[in-house]
């Protein structure tokens, strides 16, 4: 019984959505400027430009966040961050997530 309230709880913890606010339809929207580089379905033709297509939702929202807040510095796409709000970003990161 104790091993099943803590599976429970652990699963809890997994499915408490930390990206919740992300909306996948409206991050589908805001992607169209994306698209540009990083291909219409997340996969770029470029060898310069990385794939997000399928990419954890966590780890494109901390890059997101790192592009935009000068942490991460790239003179391509560090400008394509500066724009975005925190919600554009968790809207994003469910789109190229759920690639
Ligand atoms: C003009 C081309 C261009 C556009 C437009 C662009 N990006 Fe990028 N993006 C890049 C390049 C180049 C990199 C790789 C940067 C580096 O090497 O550090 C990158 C990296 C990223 C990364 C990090 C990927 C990783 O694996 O670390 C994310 C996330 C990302 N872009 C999201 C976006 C989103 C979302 C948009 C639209 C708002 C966007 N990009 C628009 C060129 C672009």
Redesign the pocket.
Known sequence: MKKLMTAAAALALLSAPAFAAGDAEAGKAK?A??A???GAEGISAMD???N?AG?KAGY?VS??KQFRDGE?S?P??AP??KP?SDQDIED?AAYYSGL
Request: charged share 5%.
């Open positions: 992607s400027v994306c540009a580089c990083h310069i430009y990385p997000l990419q494109l890059q997101l991460r790239n391509i796409m394509m961050a975005l994003l």
